[in-house]
């Protein structure tokens, strides 16, 4: 049983995310984008998606049960989700003060730590996860997946998700 590849198909599209935000900060410092409607949505994304859908699952449930088993492995990952939700709140306060110059610093900075992040979940994390975990341990944790799921979103919900990416693309010809 795999618990860990819907995590990394969570990852992908994240990834995707980050890839066009980095792309508009780099705009904004060429003084080519200036539409702070766009980082408004981005923040909606990051909340909804990363932080209420994904990293809810990391945090109330895979750090638990890892630690349950005496891996102490992924403190790092949740030092770095700690780093990841200050800088979002700067995100926010620069979106919120409508000060398009004061976006890029914290937004690419969290976007390098994110990619980061996600490559060594991807890379050392869930294969740990995998390794370690038995098959009862990983029915447990996919039902409390489902849970958060069922919570936060439903299907609907999840394809409008992948459609606000296409769309923040669109922001970017
Ligand atoms: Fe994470
Ligand atoms: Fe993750």
Redesign the pocket.
């Known amino acids: 049983m795999n618990i860990t590849d819907q995590?990394k198909g969570?990852?992908e599209i994240i990834l995707r995310f980050l890839g066009i935000l980095k792309e508009a900060c780099n705009r904004v410092q060429r003084g080519a984008f200036d539409d702070i409607t766009f980082f408004e949505r981005c923040i909606t994304f990051l909340r909804e998606y990363a932080d209420s859908y994904?990293?809810d699952k990391?945090e109330r449930v895979l750090f638990p049960a890892m630690e349950q088993a005496g891996i102490a492995y992924q403190q790092h990952r949740h030092i770095e989700h700690k780093y990841v939700y200050q800088l979002m709140a700067d995100l926010d306060r620069a979106v919120t003060a409508n000060n398009l110059s004061a976006i890029p610093a914290p937004a690419l900075e969290y976007t390098n730590l994110l990619e980061e992040?996600?490559i060594t979940?991807n890379k050392a994390l869930y294969p740990e996860v995998e390794r370690v975990l038995d098959d009862h341990q990983k029915e447990e944790i996919q039902k409390e997946f489902d849970r958060i799921e069922g919570v936060i979103t439903n299907e609907k919900d999840h394809n409008y998700i992948i459609a606000e990416v296409d769309q923040l693309e669109n922001y970017l010809p």
């Open positions: 995590l969570e990852h994904h990293y990391e992040h996600i979940e």
